[in-house]
């Protein structure tokens, strides 16, 4: 079992920055590939960024490349997501998510996570 459990949202003005956390417990963190992505009433869930197990292979959405940053530390066992240039369409509930089972691999897009957190909310005010 791993428990991911996200910090770090809240409120912040358009132009501002947010860090998100996502810090893992359970099986080892550094082996396995994570996630974020978000989700806003009424919208499927939106893929966001990907890290691979070792931090070499970063993927991004286009509407995020550049103002998002991913980063992890595996010694810590936790997955960063560093935010700026926030705008108020970037509001949403944020979630970190895991492939435990692709071991020393990177995110695979056409595979869910199968570990997810509880999420955090992340508002960006105009």
């Known amino acids: 079992q791993v428990q991911l459990v996200e910090s770090g949202g809240g409120l912040v003005q358009a132009g501002g920055s947010l860090r998100l956390s996502c810090k893992a417990s359970?099986?080892?963190?550094?082996?396995?590939?994570m996630a974020w992505f978000r989700q806003t009433p009424g919208k499927e869930r939106e893929f966001l960024s990907t890290?691979?197990?070792?931090?070499?292979?970063?993927y991004y959405l286009d509407s995020v490349k550049g103002r998002f940053t991913i980063s992890r530390d595996n010694a810590e066992n936790t997955v960063y997501l560093q935010m700026n240039s926030l705008k108020p369409e970037d509001t949403a509930v944020y979630y970190c998510?895991?492939?435990?089972?692709?071991?020393?691999?990177?995110?695979?897009?056409?595979?869910?996570?199968?570990?997810w957190g509880q999420g955090t909310q992340v508002t960006v005010s105009s």
């Open positions: 359970g099986r080892t963190f550094s082996l396995y590939p």
């Open positions: 890290i691979s197990w070792n931090g070499a292979i970063t």
């Open positions: 998510a895991a492939q435990t089972t692709r071991i020393y691999s990177a995110w695979r897009r056409d595979l869910t996570g199968d570990y």
